[in-house]
């Protein structure tokens, strides 16, 4: 089953609002968790590392002002977009590593749909 | 900086056709090397993976054979099915990154698998 959350799976909002994605880790803690951004047909591109206890660190090219990361516990981060457009309409997923014998696999939250109007 | 190129899709086949999914990447050291899928609806899951050249990784069939000569990491099955029709990601993890560090993505391949 899925280890890794993500609420909401979609969200509408309006230009100048802002909106929350939240990203939980299900059965296990996560002290690192990365949000990505996907456009239709397109890669993964990293946003962020969100570290808990400390301040995110967001990939050149990247808007800490406008991506606010929190990592408030070992199980969650959020993502909030502030003062969305419709360029911010995307596809933005997470995923956190877990440990699994000598290693870690990264699993990956199902994704939340975001479009601005 | 670290990059990952695949080929572009959509790749369409019949099912029992054998599937290539080309992958080569530009990477300081040694990275590990990763193959996700993406099912429609759902997230990410780690296919297979070889974290050192010559490994083989394999998974549900597919194959991949980390190649440092060639810097590539291509996907390989002998006989597809409609249920493989997905979205391949490859993906790499660079040497100086720890176990929980970041992935660098390819473009994505999407594979449709025919009856």
């Known amino acids: 089953g899925a280890v890794v959350s993500q609420h909401p799976s979609w969200v509408i909002c309006k230009s100048g609002t802002s909106v929350k994605i939240e990203c939980r880790s299900l059965?296990?803690?996560?002290?690192?968790m990365f949000w990505y951004r996907q456009f239709p047909k397109q890669s993964l591109m990293l946003m962020a590392t969100?570290?808990?206890?400390?301040?995110?660190?967001?990939e050149q090219g990247v808007e800490k002002d406008k991506f606010l990361i929190n990592h408030a516990s070992l199980t969650l981060s959020t993502l909030t977009v502030t003062s969305a457009h419709p360029e911010d309409s995307s596809f933005y997923i997470c995923?956190?590593?877990?440990?699994?014998?000598?290693?870690?696999?990264?699993?990956f939250g199902p994704g939340t749909r975001l479009t601005v109007t | 900086g670290d990059s990952v190129t695949q080929m572009e899709g959509p790749v369409t086949l019949s099912e029992e056709a054998f599937l290539t999914i080309n992958c080569t990447y530009t990477a300081t050291g040694y990275p590990s090397l990763f193959w996700y899928v993406q099912y429609p609806g759902e997230g990410l899951q780690l296919l297979l993976k070889?974290?050192?050249?010559?490994d083989k990784g394999s998974n549900k069939g597919f194959e991949a054979t980390y190649r440092k000569e060639t810097t590539s990491f291509h996907l390989e099955k002998g006989s597809v099915q409609v249920s493989d029709s997905a979205v391949y990601f490859c993906a790499l993890r660079g040497r100086g990154s720890s176990n929980t560090g970041k992935l660098i993505f390819g473009q994505g391949t999407t594979l449709q698998v025919k009856p």
């Open positions: 995923s956190a590593p877990r440990a699994g014998g000598s290693s870690y696999e990264q699993y």
């Open positions: 070889a974290t050192k050249a010559d």
């Open positions: 969100s570290n808990e206890g400390s301040k995110a660190t967001y």
């Open positions: 059965d296990f803690q996560a002290t690192t």
